[in-house]
T-cell receptor, first 115, second 116 residues
Framework: DTGVSQDPRHKITKRGQNVTFRCDPISEHNRLYWYRQTLGQGPEFLTYFQNEAQLEKSRLLSDRFSAERPKGSFSTLEIQRTEQGDSAMYLC?????????????FGSGTQLSVL | AQSVAQPEDQVNVAEGNPLTVKCTYS??????LFWYVQYPNRGLQFLLK??????LVKGSYGFEAEFNKSQTSFHLKKPSALVSDSALYFCAVRDRYGGATNKLIFGTGTLLAVQP
């Protein structure tokens, strides 16, 4: 079963450091989403890619955050100059081109702790 | 703005009893509603969706949800709870104004605890 894969599972970093997370979606899925989830809250949308194009970015995504999806395959999310408030679970999800499925497939997430 | 609310942080139920996890929505126009489940150390998994049609929607693992337009609710139900159903459940609505994004807006989640 080749589901959505995220790496690393856990990341501990010091405030001010840069971190990068990777997401490998299901291979035939052209739609890719990043969400952030904090304790006691539901996932919050960060950004969306259709193929390699980044079509939407949330206001939650400050200038310190950048996401890429070169060649429309895997995606990376980078956080520069991390702050303690960035500590959260970062979730990646993908979905196939057929819009009628309306179903997102989520990875297990990357848990970020900023000390 | 479109949103969903889950009024209960936690629901406790005994194994074998029926369970209900509540969700209410606030949307403009016809809602696209979803339930996802999150098990410990695993990603969210799709349970079911309501787009149009029958108000009672059947999903995975024996779960179903009832869409009630007059009460703006989309409660998740199961006739007989299992201990293995214990998990975090999220209600979500599709952002109809998101253009091509079709992103989901999630509730805060309800922890379901099924006692043996």
């Amino acid at each position: 079963d080749t589901g959505v894969s995220q790496d690393p599972r856990h990341k501990i970093t010091k405030r001010g450091q840069n971190v990068t997370f990777r997401c490998d979606p299901i291979s035939e899925h052209n739609r890719l989403y990043w969400y952030r989830q904090t304790l006691g809250q539901g996932p919050e949308f960060l950004t969306y890619f259709q193929n390699e194009a980044q079509l939407e970015k949330s206001r939650l995504l400050s200038d310190r955050f950048s996401a890429e999806r070169p060649k429309g395959s895997f995606s990376t999310l980078e956080i520069q100059r991390t702050e303690q408030g960035d500590s959260a679970m970062y979730l990646c999800a993908s979905s196939p081109p057929v819009i009628e499925t309306e179903k997102l497939f989520f990875g297990s997430g990357t848990q970020l702790s900023v000390l | 703005a479109q949103s969903v609310a889950q009024p209960e942080d936690q629901v406790n139920v005994a194994e074998g009893n029926p369970l209900t996890v509540k969700c209410t929505y606030s949307v403009s126009g016809n809602p696209y509603l979803f339930w996802y489940v999150q098990y410990p150390n695993r990603g969210l998994q799709f349970l079911l969706k309501y787009i149009t049609g029958d108000n009672l929607v059947k999903g995975s693992y024996g779960f179903e949800a009832e869409f009630n337009k007059s009460q703006t609710s989309f409660h998740l139900k199961k006739p007989s709870a299992l201990v293995s159903d214990s998990a975090l459940y999220f209600c979500a609505v599709r952002d109809r104004y998101g253009g091509a994004t079709n992103k989901l807006i999630f509730g805060t989640g309800t922890l379901l605890a099924v006692q043996p």
